[in-house]
């Protein structure tokens, strides 16, 4: 009973217990007009149809509006209310405002070195198609002289980041999507508390969902008072708005604008296989980056946190240092849910595409559109090896089950799909031909890659591509093959809750 009690009055009871009562007013005000049938019935069809005839003219991925359509027409008015509270990425006046302005001081403080396109033109001229598209869409440069460094491990990147930190000088900015109370958290924030006290400038942002039950609401006041400049993203709140599904789910952390860190690892015991081992053995990866390319993610950082400030504008940028010529070409990269593009999910696809060998993916997730399902088998027909990791012990059950829906139509296109035994796989990591790599935030699920607030980095001939395809190497003998025999065990009412999933996956 006191289990009970104290998850219900714990915050997140009480904002589930607050969006409850919202939804059982809406269905009280359903239900209470029910004496006027007829014409609520004839209503209902002319706005679920309306609905739907607006939704078919919208742009967007068809998947997202097929799954809208038939929650619509099955459930006319609740499904309709529900599109208006939910649905799509809807910007208020004010919100637009901000968002040009971020857009605008992007533009205003990245620009492409055209120098560097033509050194990557000279390597491959269809390189630059990447980089052209990047530049253009979200103003962020393909850079060189940038030293690169990957890990296969949290605990790896771990090692570094404690390493590192000590070192800083002038400035700490850290963006996570969870931070959590342990170790790992400990040791961090005792080493930002003495930079604090020493005079170095930290600025430090988390997304309140993701750490809504790992963190104290006000979690942000206790680190203020240690001198530690804290805002909590998009606070989550007991009301119905569609702004709940926009997170800030980048990861990064930037020492002096001379080093920065990106990937999958959040700031919390789990990813460094410390403490509860529920999900077996948790693999993830991360990059570090020194030189040029840092620049631009600082900018990345500084656009966020204004973002939460209300547009105080871009700091001058921090000293860069100076490195000898490292190889290859670093561009790093963000996603913003608030626009019509979807950066992170054309990446990928550009790398499929121009694949001439082999791509190989780790996810965590495996929940595609039938587009992207198109695109990967289309490049395995073509005999392209590709290949996709995915976890062998879930963390969500019920996602685990929306990734194995989309395994069938994968293996049967000539896919090969892999389970990572161990345990959870949490690496977002492309690999293609020994030459390209895409590591960072972005998940192959529809909130990460039409949602969520993401970051990545496209590595190009850098010095690291080598070790992540010894990562891979490493890993596909830890793994289960999944075959077609396999699938073809599944039995019916199996087969038909994947079905449902997946329909209704893009609205999950």
Same mark, same amino acid.
């Given at each position: 009973?006191?289990?009970?009690?104290?998850?219900?009055?714990? =915050?997140?009871?009480?904002?589930?217990? %607050?969006?409850?009562?919202?939804?059982?007013?809406?269905?009280?005000?359903?239900?209470?007009?029910?004496?006027?049938?007829?014409?609520?019935?004839?209503? @209902?069809?002319?706005?679920?149809?309306?609905?739907? /005839?607006?939704?078919?003219?919208?742009?967007?991925?068809?998947?997202?509006?097929?799954?809208?359509?038939?929650?619509?027409? %099955?459930?006319?008015?609740?499904?309709?209310?529900?599109?208006?509270?939910?649905?799509?990425?809807?910007?208020?006046?004010?919100?637009?405002?901000?968002?040009?302005?971020?857009?605008?001081? /992007?533009?205003?403080?990245?620009?492409?070195?055209?120098?560097?396109?033509?050194?990557?033109? @000279?390597?491959?001229?269809?390189?630059?198609?990447?980089?052209? &598209?990047?530049?253009?869409?979200?103003?962020?440069?393909?850079?060189?002289?940038?030293?690169?460094? &990957?890990?296969?491990?949290?605990?790896?990147?771990?090692?570094?980041?404690?390493?590192?930190?000590?070192?800083?000088?002038?400035?700490? &900015?850290?963006?996570?999507?969870?931070?959590?109370?342990?170790?790992?958290?400990?040791?961090?924030?005792?080493?930002?508390?003495?930079?604090?006290?020493?005079?170095?400038?930290?600025?430090?942002?988390?997304?309140?969902?993701?750490?809504?039950?790992?963190?104290?609401?006000?979690?942000?006041?206790?680190?203020?008072?240690?001198?530690?400049?804290?805002?909590?993203?998009?606070?989550?709140?007991?009301?119905?708005?569609? =702004?709940?599904?926009?997170?800030?789910? =980048?990861?990064?952390?930037?020492?002096?604008?001379?080093?920065?860190?990106?990937?999958?690892?959040?700031?919390?015991?789990?990813?460094?296989?410390?403490?509860?081992?529920?999900?077996?053995?948790?693999?993830?990866?991360?990059?570090?980056?020194?030189?040029?390319?840092?620049?631009?993610?600082?900018?990345?950082?500084?656009?966020?946190?204004?973002?939460?400030?209300?547009?105080?504008?871009?700091?001058?940028?921090?000293?860069?240092?100076?490195?000898?010529?490292?190889?290859?070409?670093?561009?790093?990269?963000?996603?913003?849910?608030?626009?019509?593009?979807?950066?992170?999910?054309?990446?990928?696809?550009?790398?499929?595409?121009?694949?001439?060998?082999?791509?190989?993916?780790?996810?965590?997730?495996?929940?595609?559109?039938?587009?992207?399902?198109?695109?990967?088998?289309?490049?395995?027909?073509?005999?392209?090896?590709?290949?996709?990791?995915?976890?062998?012990?879930?963390?969500?059950?019920?996602?685990?089950?929306?990734?194995?829906?989309? &395994?069938?139509?994968?293996?049967?296109?000539?896919?090969?799909?892999?389970?990572?035994?161990?345990?959870?796989?949490?690496?977002?990591?492309?690999?293609?031909?020994?030459?390209?790599?895409?590591?960072?935030?972005?998940?192959?699920?529809?909130?990460?890659?039409?949602?969520?607030?993401?970051?990545?980095?496209?590595?190009?001939?850098?010095?690291?591509?080598?070790?992540?395809?010894?990562?891979?190497?490493?890993?596909?003998?830890?793994?289960?093959?999944?075959?077609?025999?396999?699938?073809?065990?599944?039995?019916?009412?199996?087969?038909?809750?994947?079905?449902?999933?997946?329909?209704?996956?893009?609205?999950?």
């Amino acid at each position: 009973m006191k289990s009970f009690l104290k998850t219900v009055f714990s =915050r997140v009871g009480m904002v589930s217990l %607050g969006i409850l009562l919202q939804l059982l007013v809406l269905l009280a005000s359903l239900l209470w007009f029910r004496e006027y049938a007829p014409v609520i019935n004839t209503l @209902s069809a002319i706005l679920s149809w309306g609905f739907v /005839l607006f939704l078919l003219a919208q742009n967007g991925n068809p998947a997202y509006k097929l799954a809208w359509i038939i929650l619509i027409l %099955g459930f006319p008015v609740l499904g309709a209310t529900l599109y208006l509270i939910f649905g799509g990425n809807r910007l208020s006046p004010r919100l637009r405002r901000k968002m040009q302005e971020i857009d605008r001081t /992007l533009a205003d403080h990245l620009t492409q070195d055209e120098t560097v396109i033509e050194a990557m033109r @000279s390597v491959d001229p269809d390189a630059v198609v990447m980089a052209r &598209y990047l530049g253009s869409t979200v103003h962020c440069p393909a850079c060189q002289n940038t030293e690169t460094r &990957y890990f296969p491990s949290g605990e790896d990147f771990f090692a570094s980041v404690l390493a590192d930190l000590p070192k800083a000088e002038h400035t700490i &900015y850290l963006e996570y999507f969870i931070v959590e109370f342990g170790e790992i958290w400990d040791q961090i924030l005792r080493i930002l508390k003495q930079k604090a006290a020493a005079g170095v400038e930290i600025r430090f942002l988390y997304d309140d969902f993701g750490c809504i039950r790992r963190l104290p609401r006000h979690y942000d006041r206790e680190l203020e008072a240690l001198g530690i400049h804290t805002r909590a993203f998009n606070r989550f709140v007991p009301m119905l708005d569609s =702004r709940l599904n926009n997170r800030d789910h =980048r990861k990064f952390l930037i020492i002096d604008g001379k080093i920065a860190y990106t990937g999958g690892v959040n700031l919390a015991d789990e990813y460094a296989n410390r403490g509860d081992h529920r999900f077996g053995h948790w693999k993830d990866c991360a990059v570090r980056l020194a030189g040029d390319a840092v620049y631009p993610i600082t900018v990345m950082f500084l656009s966020m946190w204004n973002y939460v400030r209300k547009c105080e504008g871009i700091d001058p940028p921090p000293v860069l240092q100076t490195l000898p010529e490292a190889a290859g070409f670093v561009q790093p990269y963000l996603d913003s849910p608030l626009d019509e593009e979807a950066v992170g999910r054309n990446v990928f696809i550009n790398m499929i595409s121009r694949a001439r060998r082999y791509v190989w993916i780790m996810t965590p997730y495996l929940i595609v559109d039938e587009a992207m399902d198109e695109i990967l088998t289309t490049a395995a027909k073509s005999g392209i090896d590709v290949r996709i990791i995915t976890p062998g012990i879930p963390d969500k059950p019920t996602v685990f089950e929306m990734t194995r829906a989309n &395994y069938e139509p994968l293996l049967k296109g000539g896919v090969r799909i892999f389970e990572y035994t161990p345990g959870f796989v949490h690496s977002k990591l492309f690999l293609a031909d020994d030459e390209s790599v895409a590591v960072g935030t972005v998940n192959l699920d529809f909130r990460s890659l039409y949602l969520h607030f993401e970051d990545g980095v496209w590595l190009y001939r850098a010095a690291c591509v080598s070790d992540v395809r010894a990562d891979f190497d490493a890993t596909f003998p830890l793994c289960r093959e999944i075959t077609a025999a396999d699938t073809a065990k599944v039995r019916l009412p199996r087969r038909l809750y994947r079905a449902v999933l997946r329909l209704l996956s893009p609205l999950m």
